[in-house]
């Protein structure tokens, strides 16, 4: 549940920003870095709003989903298993979702390019057991789906090595 807020900072960003076609300048991206924190703000009001302490993990994963595993990330520059282990599933979904979507500056990776990228910074930027059981889930997507597709009568066809693209009843996920 924590992953789903994320990125949740990133509503006190310019639009533009979060927009922008082109390379981000030195001072643009130190203000999108400045997302980490403000999520951590807005989910910590909300916490106190709700009288709940429930609200660690989405606290964590929040500042510090940007961190990397030999130290280089930000906003602190943690190192390995000073990151919360939330944090570090998350990373590693966050940066394979990133990848094989379209962005305004991008094409959307393939799910193989994205899973050979992530695997070329295991033990740099990522947890090498996050990527680990990254990899073993991404084996099994196409079980995963056909096994959706059979419960709700659609049908199925699975078109890359990992299994990457999907298409269920003509719609390609």
């Not at 076609?21 to 909300?46: M, N, P």
């Not at 190192?79 to 979507?101: E, H, N, Q």
């Not at 996050?130 to 009568?153: F, I, K, N």
């Not at 066809?157 to 693209?165: F, K, P, Q, V, Y």
Request: glycine fraction near 6%.
């Amino acid at each position: 549940m924590a992953a789903l807020t994320h990125d949740i900072g990133k509503l006190d960003l310019p639009a533009q920003l979060l927009n922008k076609a082109d390379a981000l300048t030195g001072e643009e991206r130190t203000i999108v870095e400045r997302h980490c924190i403000a999520g951590v703000k807005r989910l910590l009001a909300q916490a106190r709003a709700d009288g709940q302490d429930t609200a660690t993990a989405a606290i964590a994963v929040a500042l510090s989903h940007h961190e990397w595993w030999n130290g280089a990330g930000y906003p602190f520059g943690l190192v390995g298993t000073a990151i919360p282990r939330c944090a570090r599933v998350v990373a590693v979904a966050d940066v394979v979702d990133a990848l094989t979507s379209i962005r305004p500056y991008k094409a959307a990776w393939s799910l193989e390019a994205a899973l050979e990228e992530i695997s070329a910074k295991r033990g740099l930027q990522f947890d090498p057991d996050c990527v680990d059981a990254m990899l073993e889930v991404a084996v099994a997507l196409p079980h995963y789906w056909r096994s959706l597709a059979q419960t709700w009568g659609l049908q199925f066809t699975a078109e890359l090595g990992h299994g990457a693209t999907v298409i269920l009843n003509d719609v390609r996920c």
